[in-house]
């Protein structure tokens, strides 16, 4: 019988800052742009060039530190990671060996029903490298620099997790507070969060962790847990056959579900790390974490639990509205300018998802305004408008437009007609037209009134509430029996 093996799992995510330069000069940050369009000596690594550091990656970083729990390092420094690279201009990266900016936090999770704590190890600060574009077809190789120099921050967990379900959790966590933080918009797929995944087993019972092997090149959940699945299979595979798993790096190929070893312990480089003599101490007051402490938003947890006692909405509903900052925002505001709460979150949950998704529109990028919301919200109520035309109103005018209902609907004659009289002449109208069908539903057949109401809602152009067509054409009937 095989044995019973424990999964530990520690990870080193990478997270792209959200700051508008990069972390040593004043080049633009901004993702695409023509090839070393966003590049300058210092981040082309010109000899003789200074780097100057940005105050606002520290901010960023501090704020990712504070709300994970960890201690603010009062003495930080940057050292000199040396390797040469053909996308790494100085022969080295700046990052952070010896005082990180943050330490000794931890993150809590929902692990089978019950909290669990991941605790961090450290987070720190770097730049990122430029880019190397390959020419499948002449074979040649370019680089681009603009991604040199953009702010880095590393998040290394501490060997906590124990499940592919864990390290899903733990990335979520993090990807939550830290767009909460507006520090990132952490996206695997474009690569603004990275994760290395760190697996080991062991026997169930024993407390010695046995060799880990890292996996790189995981741009998506989905591909996490498979190449987790994958690497605990391999890993049994090897020590029931009686051989050692060897420490190394791994490449994921998620389209052939297989890995690949990248570079064993042996050739692991010796970056020769040392102070860099070109960046001061980063010395960080009481006052400065105080200040960036005042500015922390409320995350998420904290924003479920308000949400609940002050909206009774379903756990459902919170957990969907709450899964972006923004669309929090739209909400609460929605709500404050009067409109039902539940209705506000069904248009955000339903309509407002299904566009987002339609069209490839993250959260943090909805145009829309919550007035203009709770507007449409009240012309469903006041019966201005029924609920197709004002789905068709939150397509065309809202979501993509922002303009206000209310004038949309006038200018384009969407009212449902408020004027009684026209529709009862309407009434008259469709049943001097289908005399086949009065003659069914005197006769009993109820269902006949379809093609009344029917022919009503064409000549209205479906500008009228059912509900009053339906009583309107009872009353008529009513007369004729
Ligand atoms: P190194 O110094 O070689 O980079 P670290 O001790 O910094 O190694 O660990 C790197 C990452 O690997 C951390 O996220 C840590 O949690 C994880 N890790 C360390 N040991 C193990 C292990 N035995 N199994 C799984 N993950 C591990
Ligand atoms: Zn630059
Ligand atoms: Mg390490």
Redesign the pocket.
Known sequence: MSKEYEV?????VHVELNTKTKIFCGCSTEFGGAPNTHVCPVCSGMPGSLPVLNKEVVNKAISVGLATNCEITRNSKFDRKNYFYPDNPQNYQISQLYYPICRDGHVTIMSKGAAKDIRI?EIHMEEDAGKLIHDPVTDDTYVDFNRSGVPLIEI?????MRSADEVIAYLEKLRETIQYLDASDCKLNEGSMRA?V???I?EMGSDK????T?SKNLNSFKAIRRCIENEVKRQKDIIESGEKVVQETRRWDDLKGVSYPMRSKEDAQDYRYFPDPDLVPIVVSDEWIEEIKSKLPEFKDERKIRYKEMYGLPDYDIDQITGSKKMGEIFEGAVKEGADPKKVSNWLMVETMRLMKETGTDADKLKFSATNLAKLVKLVDSKEINNATAKEVFEKAIFSEDMDPVKYVADNNLSMKTDSGELEEVVKKAIDANPKAIEDILGGKGKAVGAIVGYVMKEMKGKCDPAEVNKIIAAEIAKLK
């Open positions: 530990i799992i520690g990870l080193e190890h290394v967990s501490e060997p906590d290395d760190n697996i080991s062991r962790f046995g060799t880990r890292e």
